[in-house]
């Protein structure tokens, strides 16, 4: 690689200063770097995910009071990229933009656009593996195709971990030093608020790295508290009452933790709950590697045979799955979770998202969205996977036939009722007992009750019918 004067680093998901393979490569390439975020104009059109936005808007604004810190400054602008970052390119007089592979199809593009581009200027392009271990095309099938069958391809990526677990899991420490002074940038920061996005309420508060820990501390902050609880992992993760799991999910997403420094962590805590953790992060890898070589999932059901599924469409029904009023009450208790605090445990994802496919019958489409707009760590390939799954329409994905019973789950993972009666306060007087089903013939139980509604469906007649209609596909 040549030797450039200056150079920018366009940061898109990942937000932090330490391992970061584009921030390094443009430190140890590069005279001068500045980093950039562009608030991309195309992308934002209809986004309703405020969650995320305001997430982000606090990481950046986090992240250049950091570097202010330091004497340097991110840089934020909006408009579309394609554009963007040329013009930037030309007016701050750089000879190279350093990135991190995306693998979503739309950033796919845009990234293409923005390296044709800046090539016709003479700009150099650099793209990096960052935000996953093992990518694309490197963990292959022996018939030199990409897995679809996650525990073969699980196998395979820690086979090719252990061939050269130094290079895989290396730190990328950039050399800081090399970060622009902010003398050079005038231009004020651009906010997604211009764009319409309510600011967090009362706004970020200026001592906010003092009074809570944003982006990277944050993360570093949980993966210390993760570090206290991850050797029992294996036991208490299905379990929505007890924090059991790391909550990093929204760090992963957005970069602001390195997927290296989690692995070289679980390795720091070897035991059987790291080991099952570890399948987490791999799982995590395997969805993205399907959404890059298999990209038509994002618009379809991974095996197009089920394309032509009928199902079913109920407004109501599927209005009261949102609110958490479908009278079964875990599916009720994950979804008031998710709707206050844009986060659900991964077991109840798996619940309310069967519970919507197999019993509402109402396509997984539809939940997709749903999950799209409310999650704080809403990820394509995950959240694509995770319905498929659940839905019975992707890659190793669960039978069709075998569909969870939300009742029976309820009592083996909540078993005392702890969950539901913080989500579902209608219930909290019910017994351990009742308070999975407070049903009977005719209604509701008198007692402990009110207020709460009847339940949709049936659930053995609806479990038949979602059988017949994969049946007769
Ligand atoms: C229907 C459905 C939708 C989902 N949508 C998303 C989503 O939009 N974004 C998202 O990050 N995860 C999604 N998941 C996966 C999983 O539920 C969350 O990653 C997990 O609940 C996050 O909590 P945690 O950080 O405490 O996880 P931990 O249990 O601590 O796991 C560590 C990390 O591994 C990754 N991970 C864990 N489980 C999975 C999985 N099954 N698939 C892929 N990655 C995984 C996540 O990055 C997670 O943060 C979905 C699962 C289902 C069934």
Redesign the pocket.
């Known amino acids: 690689m040549s030797r450039y004067s200056r150079s920018l680093v366009w940061l898109r998901r990942d937000y932090r200063l330490s391992d970061h393979r584009a921030l390094f490569e443009a430190c140890a390439h590069s005279g001068e770097v500045i980093p950039v975020f562009v608030i991309d104009e195309v992308l934002l059109k209809g986004f309703k995910n405020i969650r995320q936005v305001q997430f982000i808007q606090s990481v950046l604004d986090d992240l250049d009071t950091r570097l202010q810190e330091r004497g340097s400054r991110l840089l934020v602008v909006r408009g579309n990229p394609a554009h963007a970052i040329p013009e930037l390119a030309a007016k701050l007089r750089v000879q190279a933009v350093f990135l991190n592979h995306d693998y979503e199809p739309m950033a796919k593009l845009r990234d293409a656009h923005v390296e044709r581009e800046l090539r016709k200027t003479g700009v150099a392009f650099h793209s990096f593996k960052d935000q996953v271990i093992f990518e694309r095309r490197e963990i292959l099938s022996g018939g030199g195709s990409p897995y679809k069958v996650f525990t073969p391809y699980s196998r395979a990526w820690l086979k090719a971990l252990e061939s050269n677990r130094a290079e895989h899991l290396k730190e990328y420490r950039p050399d800081l030093k090399k970060l622009v002074s902010k003398d050079l940038i005038r231009d004020r920061n651009a906010r997604f608020s211009e764009l319409g996005f309510p600011e967090l309420a009362g706004g970020v508060p200026s001592d906010a790295r003092a009074e809570r820990k944003v982006g990277e501390e944050e993360a570093k902050a949980l993966l210390k508290r993760?570090s206290k609880s991850i050797a029992s992992?294996k036991t208490d993760?299905d379990f929505p009452a007890i924090e059991g799991?790391?909550?990093?999910?929204?760090?992963?997403?957005f970069g602001t933790i390195s997927p290296r420094q989690?692995v070289r962590f679980c390795a720091e805590h070897m035991s059987e709950g790291a080991k099952t953790?570890l399948n987490?992060?791999i799982?995590?890898e395997?969805?993205m590697m399907i959404l890059d070589q298999y990209p038509h999932v994002e618009k379809g059901a991974f095996k197009p045979e089920y394309d032509s599924l009928k199902w079913e469409w109920n407004r109501e029904h599927f209005k009261a799955w949102c609110e958490g009023r479908t009278g079964f009450p875990i599916v009720d208790a994950a979804m008031r979770q998710l709707n206050e605090t844009g986060?659900?445990?991964?077991r109840l994802?798996?619940i309310?998202?069967m519970f919507l496919t197999k019993d509402l019958l109402i396509h997984w489409q539809e939940?997709?969205k749903y999950?799209?707009e409310q999650?704080f760590?809403?990820?394509?390939?995950?959240?694509n996977?995770?319905?498929q799954?659940?839905a019975s329409t992707g890659c190793d994905a669960q039978p069709y036939f075998r569909v969870m019973n939300p009742v029976s789950q309820s009592e083996r993972f909540d078993p005392k009722g702890e969950f539901i009666k913080k989500w579902v306060p209608e219930l909290k007087n019910l017994d351990a007992k009742r308070i999975h089903w407070p049903h009977e013939e005719g209604g509701l139980f008198s007692s402990g009750t009110q207020g709460y509604v009847e339940p949709l469906v049936d659930h053995k007649e609806q479990r038949l019918k979602a059988i017949k209609m994969f049946k007769k596909d």
């Open positions: 993760f992992y993760r799991t790391s909550r990093l999910s929204v760090h992963f997403r989690a953790w987490e992060l799982w995590r395997f969805y986060w659900m445990h991964n994802r798996m309310v998202a939940g997709e999950f799209a999650l760590d809403h990820e394509l390939s995950a959240n996977g995770g319905w799954w659940s």
